[in-house]
Antibody, heavy 117, light 107 residues
Framework: EVQMVESGGGLVRPGGSLRLSCAAS????????MNWVRQAPGKGLHWVAL???????YYANSVRGRFTISRDSSKNTVSLQMNSLVPDDTGIYYC???????????WGQGTLVTVSS | DIQMTQSPPSLSASVGDSVTIACRAS??????LNWYQQRPGRAPKLLIY???TLPSGVPSRFSGSRSGTHFTLTINGLQPEDFATYYC?????????FGLGTKVEIK
């Protein structure tokens, strides 16, 4: 069974850093394209970052230069390093898999990040 | 960046009704368009991929279509569990972009 479990969320002050992790099971992260998607409280879905199976990385304009997506094939995990956090980065962060090349097909349950002083 | 314009933002309907939600892309995205359903407090769920393909397990009352850069999601015969928020996502070219969502409410 395909499963993704996110961890690492919490409360952080503006300007701080946080590292999210996504532990995958039932598939290998290096074989698929892995995404992070954010949802601010009461708002819609916002795509954040992608690491392609080939290793290329892509980012939303709002996070480029501050966030870094990476993967660890030995642990079968995907991470999101978030630096210089601002209140608009607050929300639930979902780890999401694209196994077909036709976009996201499965999601984790999310981890909550709150950026506040 | 590719913009996705989703409409309407919300709609009210009754059980058994048919409803249609639309997304228009600002440029060509071929068929790289997915639809998702999200119930309150839950992660999104894939309903349609590649514009018109149903994943296994999704009821056949859901359908998707494409005409150029205009995409639609149709639900034929709304069921109580279909009252939720629906999003489109283009994955043609990063940065990927979601529509703003359509909340389907009970009339």
């Amino acid at each position: 069974e395909v499963q993704m479990v996110e961890s690492g969320g919490g409360l952080v002050r503006p300007g701080g850093s946080l590292r999210l992790s996504c532990a995958a099971s039932g598939f290998t992260v290096r074989s698929d394209h892995m995404n992070w998607v954010r949802q601010a409280p009461g708002k819609g879905l916002h795509w954040v970052a992608l690491i392609h199976s080939g290793g290329n990385t892509y980012y939303a304009n709002s996070v480029r230069g501050r966030f870094t997506i990476s993967r660890d094939s030995s642990k079968n995990t995907v991470s999101l390093q978030m630096n210089s956090l601002v209140p608009d980065d607050t929300g639930i962060y979902y780890c999401a898999r694209d196994s077909s090349g036709f976009g996201i097909d499965s999601w984790g349950q999310g981890t909550l990040v709150t950026v506040s002083s | 960046d590719i913009q996705m314009t989703q409409s309407p933002p919300s709609l009210s309907a009754s059980v058994g009704d048919s409803v249609t939600i639309a997304c228009r892309a600002s440029q060509t995205i071929n068929t790289y368009l997915n639809w998702y359903q999200q119930r309150p407090g839950r992660a999104p769920k894939l309903l349609i991929y590649a514009a018109s393909t149903l994943p296994s397990g999704v009821p056949s009352r859901f359908s998707g279509s494409r005409s150029g850069t205009h995409f639609t999601l149709t639900i034929n015969g709304l069921q109580p569990e279909d009252f939720a928020t629906y999003y489109c996502l283009q994955s043609y070219d990063p940065p990927y972009t979601f529509g703003l969502g359509t909340k389907v409410e009970i009339k």
